[in-house]
Structures are given as structure tokens and as C-alpha cells.
């Protein structure tokens, strides 16, 4: 792929269910906000490509990530924890070390809900630079924009975290309508959607 949508290409490896969904929306809307894309495994439903090849091709065609290692509780079903987050982490973090020199240059971002918590079930990672959102769109907002402006490095400017936050808001009170006239339900809305409604509205509202 080209260098340039290769440094501006996203992957977000993080919880995708309903009850994560307003933390996902705030996680697309800044990286589009910001001039970058938003990646992730939801992006292909390709029947004949096996999942993790899908994942590792995604990996391997973005500069960044962001990782969400919040989820660790068991499930109700089978009283086991989701280890898809910390998987591909590692995928991530492998790549970055040892992968060509594109791969190299990777840049990654890992959210947690509190400070020092994935010391209890995975300290490998202590020395990274992690970020707690504590669940709130706004704060992952901040931690988000703050990471890729210092990846854009100082000659490239970006909105203050507080007014992407409002842009965000507004964002949010326009997206019944926008899915309304799509046809879709906000309540449902997959990957690929909410990118393209953040993307039409980033569009239509430059900063």
C-alpha cells in the first residue's frame, strides 16, 4: 500500500459489543476527526479469509494502533475472560519488533479503564505508555488526539483535545438524522458505518 495511507491507517483492536459502543464511537470519530483512518478486523467480512490472517493483514497495513485491554472480565456463558485484546496486541507489538522497517515504525497507544490495573493480569507490558479512559468518551478522546499529534510531530496542528471533544458532541446529536436518512438503525450500526457517517460529517464540519 502507499506510505502515506499506510502512516495515516488506524487499527483498533477493541471490545466491539453494544455495551462498548459509545467508547468505539468516540474512538472512530477522533481518528477521523484528526485526519487519519479508523481500521479494524469488522472492516472485511470475507467468508474465505481466516480470521487471523485477516487481523495480521490489517496489522501489517497500519503504521498505528490502538489497544483496549479493559475488557478482561468473565463472561456470563462461560466464565472465561476474552483474550482477542491482548492476542492481538502481541501481534502488534511483534510485528513492530521484528517486522521490515515500515513495521518497525510502528506506533501504538493502550487504553485501560484505571491506572496500573493490567499490572495484575499482564505486567509483560509495564514500561508502555497506557492510558486510563475510566469508560468516558471524552477522556479517550483526549488520550487519542494527544497520541497522534505527537505522531504528526510539531510542524502539523491539531484542534485542542476539548474542542474535538465538541465537535464529537455535535457529532453525536447529529447522528440520529444522518441515520435516518441512510436508513439505518443508530443502535446497530456496524463498523464500517459509524467510519463513514464520522467521516461524512468530518467532511461537512472542517474544524
Not at 477493541?14 to 476527526?33: G, N, R, T
Not at 478482561?72 to 496486541?89: A, I, Q, S, V, Y
Amino acid at each position: 500500500m502507499a506510505p502515506a495511507e499506510y502512516d495515516r491507517s488506524v487499527f483498533l483492536n477493541c471490545p466491539f459489543d453494544e455495551e462498548y459502543q459509545p467508547i468505539l464511537h468516540a474512538l472512530v470519530f477522533v481518528i477521523q476527526d484528526c485526519g487519519f483512518k479508523a481500521r479494524s478486523a469488522l472492516e472485511a467480512e470475507n467468508g474465505g479469509e481466516v480470521r487471523i490472517e485477516k487481523i495480521n493483514r490489517i496489522i501489517r497495513e497500519c503504521r498505528h494502533g490502538i489497544h483496549d485491554i479493559s475488557r478482561t472480565e468473565p463472561d456470563g456463558l462461560n466464565k472465561l475472560p476474552r483474550f482477542n485484546m491482548p492476542l492481538e496486541l502481541g501481534l502488534f507489538l511483534g510485528a513492530r519488533a521484528f517486522g521490515a522497517k515500515a513495521q518497525r515504525e510502528k506506533n501504538c497507544l493502550i487504553l485501560d479503564r484505571e491506572p496500573y490495573r493490567y499490572q495484575k493480569f499482564c505486567s509483560d507490558i509495564a514500561g508502555q505508555d497506557i492510558q486510563a479512559h475510566g469508560t468516558h468518551p471524552d477522556r479517550v478522546i483526549r488520550a487519542v488526539r494527544n497520541w497522534l499529534a505527537s505522531a504528526l510531530g510539531p510542524s502539523v496542528l491539531l484542534p485542542g483535545a476539548r474542542k474535538v471533544a465538541e465537535r464529537y458532541a455535535a457529532f453525536q446529536e447529529a447522528l440520529p438524522v444522518s441515520c435516518a436518512n441512510w436508513h439505518l438503525d443508530v443502535r446497530e450500526l456496524r463498523f464500517l458505518e459509524i467510519r463513514a457517517l464520522a467521516q461524512e460529517w468530518v467532511g461537512e464540519n472542517p474544524p
